[in-house]
C-alpha cells in the first residue's frame, strides 16, 4: 500500500462517525440481563466477549456466568441507538447513562460495568 492510500484510509478512519447507544448481554442458562451504554455501541460485543474470553471482565457476576455457562448461552443486543450529532460530550454521557438506566429498570437487569 502506498503513503497516500495509506493517509486516505487512515482519513477516513478519522472522521468515521461512532453511534452512542445502550446494549444488553443476556445469559439464557442464568436468564440474567446486564445492560450497558457505550459512546461506540459498534464494536462494543467484540470488547465484552474480548475480556470475557480472557477471565478479566470488570463485573465479576457477568464473568462467574460465562464460565459456569459458556460463550454459547450468551448474547448481545443493541437496545437502543442514540442520536447525538448535535450534543456536546457531556450531554451524550448524560443522555447515554439517562438511557441506561431507563433500560436497566425495564428489564430488570444490572449494569454491565461499574
Known amino acids: 500500500m502506498d503513503k497516500q492510500s495509506r493517509r486516505e484510509l487512515l482519513r477516513g478512519f478519522k472522521e468515521k462517525k461512532t453511534a452512542a447507544g445502550v446494549y444488553a ?3 439464557a442458562a442464568s436468564g440474567e440481563v446486564w445492560v450497558g451504554g457505550s459512546r461506540n455501541i459498534d464494536p462494543q460485543r467484540n470488547s465484552i466477549w474480548f475480556s470475557l474470553k ?3 471482565h470488570m463485573n ?5 456466568a460465562w464460565k459456569a455457562h459458556g ?3 450468551f ?3 443493541v437496545l437502543e441507538r442514540l442520536e447525538a450529532e448535535d450534543m456536546t460530550p457531556l ?3 448524560d443522555l447515554t447513562k439517562a438511557r441506561e438506566r431507563h433500560w436497566i429498570e425495564a428489564l430488570a437487569a444490572k449494569k454491565a460495568v461499574g
Open 54 to 56: 480472557q477471565g478479566a
Open 60 to 64: 465479576r457476576a457477568m464473568q462467574a
Open 75 to 77: 448474547t448481545y443486543e
Open 71 to 73: 460463550e454459547g448461552a
Open 25 to 27: 448481554v443476556r445469559c
Open 91 to 93: 450531554g451524550l454521557a
